[in-house]
């Protein structure tokens, strides 16, 4: 997980309003992961991206 991942993270669950799960299968990382994300565990300070998803 690096921060870039985060920020694409933050952007799929807020901006296009995937769950969870969803942004995990698409990024290819456990959900728990991006759980730890959201609940600001990993990366708190690193802001959702702005645009589209590059992966």
């Given at each position: 997980?690096?921060?870039e991942?985060a920020a694409?993270?933050?952007?799929l669950?807020k901006?296009q ?10 990024v290819?990382v456990?959900?728990g992961?991006v ?9 708190p300070?690193v802001?959702p991206?702005q645009?589209?998803f590059?992966?």
């Amino acid at each position: 997980m690096t921060p870039e991942m985060a920020a694409h993270i933050r952007y799929l669950v807020k901006s296009q309003g995937l769950y969870q799960h969803q942004a995990a299968a698409l990024v290819g990382v456990n959900p728990g992961r991006v759980s730890e994300v959201m609940n600001g565990h990993r990366y708190p300070d690193v802001p959702p991206a702005q645009g589209s998803f590059p992966f």
